[in-house]
């Protein structure tokens, strides 16, 4: 069995730079990753959120500027300022292109990340790890024991747990959709919420955020938070509060969102 100094388990933003700056101070290092490394924001959060997110505020600054035929040609003719910002996105709008985009920032932020770890002399693992023994881990059916043990796992979405709550996406698969959603509900009234609502208002999705409190963003400034509110609107999203969902329906297109208000009646 081997036995090392370190081994830290989960190569995303803070196990990999745990694990590099150790190595670089001549330390033995184990980084044990089950997908792959670089974590959360270089492939399922930031990079690829902000990616959509450029691409988004250059159609809707484009929509609003009224510099260009950016809404369907059949509802040119009769939309107005308010409701082009409601509008679909554009027929010529390649959104292929656009996720093409979004692919290579991602590439071009992470970099090479395995190579990264390298050069700072850790060794990198591929594999599930789990605990074998209060001092020993086993990585892809190999146990390896060390001194010390770092976890920095991370976090996973979490669907409501409704009735029909399969049915649901996670921020993880919004950040991927093959097609531009032609509506959108968001449940929750957290910052991914809020920057997803904001990426798809922004194409021309029809979005609704449902918020089961009385204000978004908790964890932030009140005036803060009722200004990213009131932009949304302005961008045609509908922001409900005092809503919690129950149940969803139906099949994925086609879905139906039961939800109730503060007093217990259902919407």
């Known amino acids: 069995m081997d036995v090392h100094p370190i081994i830290v388990i989960g190569a995303g933003t803070a196990g990999s730079q745990a694990a590099r700056a150790l190595g670089r101070a001549g330390r033995s290092v184990v980084l044990a990753e089950r997908d792959i490394a670089g974590g959360t924001c270089l492939w399922r959060g930031c990079v690829p959120k902000k990616a959509l997110y450029a691409a988004g505020r250059v159609v809707q600054q484009i929509r609003d500027a009224g510099i260009g035929s950016i809404t369907p040609p059949h509802e040119a003719s009769n939309t107005t300022h308010r409701e082009a910002s409601r509008a679909t996105a554009p027929d010529d709008l ?13 590439r071009t ?34 146990v390896r024991r060390a001194d010390h043990i770092l ?41 991914v919420a809020m920057e997803l609502a904001a990426i ?38 509908d922001v409900r509060f005092g809503t919690e969902v129950r149940e969803v329906r139906g ?7 039961v939800t109730v208000d503060s007093e217990g009646r259902e919407r």
């Not at 990340?113 to 050069?119: C, F, N, P, W």
């Not at 798809?200 to 009385?214: D, H, K, M, P, Q």
């Open 151 to 191: 976890v920095a796992t991370g976090a996973r979405p979490v669907i409501p747990p409704v009735p029909g709550g399969e049915l649901m996406d996670t921020s993880d698969d919004a950040l991927f959709y093959d097609e531009i959603p032609t509506s959108l509900v968001v449940v929750g009234g957290g910052y």
């Open 94 to 106: 390649d959104w292929g292109r656009t996720r093409e985009r979004q692919a290579e920032v991602m």
């Open 109 to 142: 932020y992470a970099g090479d990340q395995e190579g990264i770890l390298r050069d700072a002399g850790v060794e990198l693992v591929r594999g599930a790890a789990r605990f074998a023994a209060p001092d020993a881990v086993e990585i892809g059916g190999e």
């Open 200 to 237: 798809y208002a922004a194409f021309g999705t029809e979005v609704r955020v449902l918020v089961r409190g009385e204000r978004v963003l908790t964890g932030f400034d009140p005036e803060c938070a009722q200004f990213v509110v009131d932009g949304l609107r302005a961008r045609g999203a």
């Open 251 to 257: 099949a994925p297109g086609t879905l139906t969102i």
